[in-house]
């Protein structure tokens, strides 16, 4: 056996004294193959060509890899005698296919699908019959299926009647049904060689005689019908195309469109039917084909008959519109329902999402508004990492019952729908309680529910029902359920499985002790003690910190954050109290770098002293020294941070603190804690804890 035809070396220019290189003589036969997120059937196709061809037989195979995210480049790019085409994305089969066939050399060429493995001498038994034959424009073998058994892979030529019967599955009415049944060539006889209108092109061996110079296939069929139209082409030309029971080759039909999700390859195809149909017959038949489609579409939606495609996409595909090639990727989804909007960035389910996008996509769903919105709209905002902003139907969805269905429900729907482009698991996510409601129709396969706060504390307490009843439902429906700190694993209800700490962390890079210093800040008077975040009655400490003030007038206090009349009350009339308007998240390194220390004069007792503050981390990472009361989360905190409870303690603390400032393996030491408990830390935790759930499942 010959092998794989060499591959010309590329020309650097033409040298006097050295004589150009021999031209490599073109091979025998092309074989053009493309890859999409079929690594393991590829190979097995790669490695069926060398016994497919005899000794004399010259062959070079090209390959073009659509963007797969399988590892099938790595595979390609490491197999011999390959010459690999890489994609960024998904370009399509057609045009994937054009793009081998120009990098080709042979007088013929072999179309072969990933999920073909040839038997022996199969290509050579083609290439053979076509040199017999100078009229056959093609040849394809016979194909056996999985289980060894014969599948037929011929048609006829579509006719418009034919198109009838396969778009609104009338092919059971009279004279459609002859039709029909001449297209799929029900009555042939494929034990010896014959001629047929339209082999299949997973494994077809086509002359470039009969080929376009630089295209095999029309791109306006990416997906589907590029082989009906090609079969047409060729007719209409006046070539012949065979098939030959001599050469078999064994089939894993569909194996890359088994990928794509069903309203995907339903688009698909009636789009590439649609558009068939309209470069092949008259307009009035178009119009009829369309018109008969949207009722059988519409009587298969009110009848609940599988198949139908949303009217979105239904009215896309009857004017041609595939919509977008699916991207590639596989990865699982992560679908987190959040308590926030993307835009607030600062927040523990932020940090979470960019993690988890190391090894899965994630959908952060922002809940509701608190006034009505129509426009459901997603969009990427970063690698792997989509935004949607779902519908609010009715306000007030957070006070009242059946307004949160309501609006959970139509935003799951839009979700969903929109997540059924795309293939891949899913993991529901949820981090507010009353996002259960939707969380139930979105098609996970695992729930995860994760505790930052206990949200029922956030609202009045006349709708505190509302909201606890939600957490027990989300607390219940999870495979995993995770909390902020251990003091909060006690205080979430009754759960399938024992809920796991997972504490808060930081980015130890957005809070580096280098970096600028806001300048207003450090013209304060020093020792200068801050604190950024909300100042209320819930979780604030006004009375703490006022006291401490009025016994260290010395020490000037800045605090930032938004502030409610009753929280910042206590501090009114307090000259070394500044209080500053909130400012954006990506201001608060630059504000803390001119502290002295900084503080978390928190409420102990009640209904806060659960939390896990991340500033705590964010203080430690820009080298500060922190002061706080002695929350249960902070005494057990891997880092240093001085606790008082009361104002002589806290003051006692502050001193201790500011006594360490300046020292420079002091500051290591709390850079390094915060390195410890970094977000990418937290990231590689739970990554962790989903693949466990994954294998438990």
């Known amino acids: 056996m010959t092998g794989p035809a060499g591959i010309p070396p590329a020309r650097t220019g033409d040298r006097p004294d050295r004589p150009a290189p021999p031209r490599t003589p073109p091979p025998d036969v092309s074989v053009l193959l493309v890859s999409w997120n079929t690594r393991d059937k590829t190979r097995n196709c790669l490695e069926s060509l060398p016994a497919a061809m005899t000794d004399a037989l010259r062959y070079e195979v090209v390959v073009v890899d659509n963007g797969s995210a399988d590892g099938s480049v ?24 054009n793009q081998a066939y120009r990098n080709s050399r042979s007088d013929l060429v072999l179309l072969l699908n990933s999920d073909v493995r040839c038997q022996p001498e199969t290509v050579s038994t083609l290439v053979d019959f076509l040199r017999q034959r100078p009229a056959a424009g093609g040849v394809g073998p016979q194909y056996l299926d999985e289980f060894g058994e ?10 418009f009647r034919a198109a009838l019967g396969l778009a609104a599955g009338l092919r059971w009415l009279p004279g459609l049904r002859e039709a029909w049944l001449a297209y799929q060539l029900a009555d042939g006889d494929f034990d010896h060689p014959r001629t047929v209108p339209q082999p299949a092109a997973s494994c077809l061996l086509l002359r470039r005689e009969a080929l376009e110079p630089n295209r095999v296939f029309d791109e306006d069929f990416p997906l589907y019908f590029n082989d009906v ?16 029971p001599d050469a078999v ?31 092949t017959q008259p307009r009035h038949r178009l119009r009829l084909l369309q018109a008969l489609t949207l009722v059988d579409r519409q009587l298969r939606w009110v009848f609940r008959i599988r198949g139908q495609l ?29 308590g926030v909007d993307w835009s607030t960035e600062a927040h523990r389910q932020h940090a979470l999402a960019r993690e988890l996008v190391a090894d899965r996509r994630v959908l952060f769903v922002e809940p509701p508004g608190q006034r009505p919105r129509w426009r459901f709209t997603v969009r990427q905002i970063a690698p792997s990492l989509w935004r949607a902003v779902p519908p609010t139907v009715l306000p007030a969805g957070r006070q009242l019952p059946p307004v949160n269905w309501i609006n959970r429900r139509i935003g799951a729907l839009l979700v969903r729908r929109w997540l059924d482009r795309f293939p891949g698991r899913r993991l529901v996510w949820i981090d507010e ?111 703490l910190v006022a006291e401490v003030a009025r016994l260290r007038p010395d020490w000037t206090f800045l605090i930032v954050g938004p502030s409610t009349p009753a929280g910042r009350a206590p501090l009114a009339g307090l ?10 998240f990506a201001e608060v390194p630059a504000i803390l770098r001119a502290c002295d220390a900084c503080l978390i004069p928190y409420r102990l007792g009640g209904l806060i002293d659960y939390v896990h503050p991340k500033k705590a981390y964010e203080y430690l990472a820009l080298g500060k020294p922190v002061v706080a009361t002695p929350l249960p989360a902070l005494e057990r905190l891997d880092g240093p941070v001085h606790l008082g409870a009361g104002p002589t303690a806290f003051v006692a603390a502050i001193e201790e603190a500011l006594g360490s400032s300046q020292c420079p393996d002091a500051s290591a030491l709390r850079r390094e804690a915060a390195v410890r408990n970094s977000w990418s830390a937290r990231g590689v935790q739970l990554r962790d804890l989903i693949a466990g759930l994954a294998a438990g499942r």
């Open 249 to 279: 080759v064994n089939h894993d039909r569909g194996s890359s469109t088994r990928l794509l999700d069903s309203a995907t390859r339903s688009r698909h195809h009636l789009s590439g039917l649609v558009r068939y149909v309209a470069q």
């Open 575 to 584: 000259a070394n109290v500044l209080l500053r308007d909130p400012v954006e």
């Open 229 to 244: 139209r090609l079969a047409h082409r060729l007719a209409t030309l006046g070539w012949q195309l065979w098939m030959t």
């Open 433 to 543: 309680d009353l996002s259960v409601t939707a969380s139930r129709h979105l098609g996970g396969e695992a729930v995860i529910y994760d505790g930052a706060d206990l949200d029922w504390t956030f609202t009045r307490w006349w709708n505190r029902w509302h909201v606890r009843r939600g957490m027990r439902s989300a607390v219940g429906a999870a495979d995993l359920v995770l909390a902020s700190s251990p003091a909060l694993v006690q205080r979430l209800p009754a759960a399938r499985r024992p809920p796991v700490s997972l504490p808060n962390g930081c980015d130890p890079e957005q809070f580096s002790p280098s970096g600028p210093v806001a300048q207003w800040a450090r013209q304060l008077p020093h020792p200068l003690l801050g604190y950024v975040g909300a100042v209320d009655t819930r979780a604030f400490d006004a009375e």
């Open 74 to 97: 790595e595979m390609l790019a490491a197999y011999p005698g390959v010459r690999l085409i890489r994609n960024n994305r998904n370009l399509g089969y057609a045009e994937a296919v």
């Open 150 to 159: 014969i599948e037929p892979h011929y048609l006829g030529l579509l006719s």
């Open 310 to 338: 949303g009217l979105r996409d239904l009215f896309a595909a009857l004017r041609g519109d595939a919509g977008p090639l699916p991207s590639g990727d596989l990865r699982d989804w992560v679908v987190m329902l959040s």
